[in-house]
C-alpha cells in the first residue's frame, strides 16, 4: 500500500520509511470536527486516497460515516461506535454476557452527588466518554483518581458540564488485560491479547511494557457476545484489569478504532491494519496467522514517562 498520513504533528507515524507523504494538519481542525473533515476531503482528493483510517476517538467521531471522493473510512459505523464509547453504556450491558464491571455511582449531573452517601475506598473518576463536542469544538476529557471519597467531590467538581454523564467507580487493583478483535458480518477475523506489564501513569493508563498473551476462550466468547450485542463490525479493544484479589478480569472499556499497542499485535505476527484494510476494501484476508506469544514490545518516551 501506498501510505500517506494525516496530523498536526508529523509524529512517530509520519517518521516511517513506509510513508511516502504525510499532510499537515491546522491545529484549529484538531479541535473543530467540520475543518478535520474538509481537510480530509482535500488530502484524500490530492493523494487519490482509497482507504481512510481514523486511529484516534477525536478522528474517529469526526469521520465515521462521511463519504470522501469515494474513499471508504475503515472502522464501525457511527451508531455502533457511538454505543461502544459509551462507557456508562457497557457498564449495563457486560453483566448480561457473564463480564464482570467494577461497582460504580454514575451522576447524571453535578448536583447528583450530593445525594451520594460517602463511601471508603479508592475510586476512579471516569466520563462515560472520552471525547465529546461542545459548542462544535472536541474536547479529550481524562481520567481521575481518588484515595478517598473527598477526592471524588474535588475531582468531580473540576469536569466540565459537557463531560456528564460521569462515573464514579471503584477502583481494581490488578495487570491490565486486553482482547483485540477484528469483526464482519458476525465473525471474528482476527483475535489476540495482550497483557499490560508497565503503564503510564503508573496508577493506569495507556501501556509503556506489554506482552502478547493468548486471551482465555471463556473471556474471548464473552467479548464476541458483546460486539455482537453491538452490532458492531470493525476492530476493537476490549480493555480489562485483572483484579489482584481474586484474578478475575473486570471490564473497563472498549476502544472502538485501533489502539496505541497494535504494534504489539504486529510483531507477534497478527497484522491488525493491514486485514482492516483488505476488509473494507472487500478482500479477503490471509488465514489465521501463528501468533508468536510471549513477545514484548515497549515504547521507550513511555517507559522514561512511567519512570518519572
Known amino acids: 500500500h501506498r501510505v500517506v498520513t494525516i496530523g498536526v504533528h508529523r509524529g512517530l507515524a509520519a517518521a516511517s520509511r513506509a510513508v511516502q507523504a504525510h499532510v499537515e494538519l ?41 463519504a470522501f471522493h469515494g474513499a471508504l473510512v475503515a472502522g464501525p459505523t457511527v451508531a455502533a461506535y457511538e454505543v461502544a464509547s459509551d462507557k456508562a453504556l457497557l457498564m449495563q450491558r457486560a453483566p448480561e454476557l457473564g463480564i464482570r464491571v467494577p461497582g460504580q455511582v ?114 474471548l466468547q464473552r467479548c464476541e457476545a458483546l460486539l455482537d450485542s453491538l452490532v458492531y463490525e470493525g476492530p476493537a479493544m476490549i480493555e480489562f484489569k485483572e483484579d489482584a484479589a481474586t484474578g478475575q478480569p473486570v471490564l473497563m472499556e472498549i476502544n472502538a478504532r485501533l489502539w496505541g499497542s497494535v504494534q504489539l499485535a504486529i510483531d507477534a505476527g497478527v497484522d491488525f491494519p493491514a486485514a482492516l484494510v483488505a476488509a473494507t476494501l472487500g478482500q479477503p484476508i490471509p488465514e489465521a496467522p501463528v501468533v508468536r506469544l510471549g513477545t514484548r514490545t515497549y515504547w521507550e518516551l513511555g517507559e522514561l514517562d512511567h519512570a518519572l
Do not use: C
Open 26 to 66: 491546522n491545529p484549529a481542525a484538531w479541535q473543530s470536527p467540520h475543518l478535520m473533515r474538509e481537510a480530509v476531503h482535500t488530502a484524500v482528493a490530492a493523494h487519490r486516497v482509497q482507504v481512510v483510517l481514523p486511529v484516534t476517538d477525536r478522528a474517529s467521531r469526526a469521520l465515521l460515516g462521511e
Open 106 to 219: 454514575v451522576l447524571e449531573q453535578p448536583s447528583d452527588l450530593t445525594a451520594v452517601s460517602p463511601r471508603i475506598g479508592a475510586w476512579v473518576i471516569k466520563p462515560a466518554r472520552s471525547v465529546v463536542e461542545h459548542d462544535g469544538q472536541s474536547l479529550s476529557l481524562s481520567v481521575r483518581f481518588a484515595a478517598d471519597w473527598a477526592g471524588v467531590v474535588q475531582a468531580a467538581a473540576t469536569y466540565p458540564l459537557a463531560a456528564y454523564p460521569l462515573m464514579i467507580q471503584e477502583r481494581v487493583f490488578g495487570q491490565g488485560l486486553g482482547v483485540f478483535l477484528l469483526r464482519r458480518a458476525g465473525q471474528t477475523l482476527l483475535s489476540f491479547g495482550h497483557r499490560r506489564l508497565r503503564e503510564k501513569p503508573p496508577a493506569g493508563g495507556v501501556s509503556t511494557y506489554r506482552e502478547a498473551v493468548a486471551p482465555p476462550i471463556d473471556l
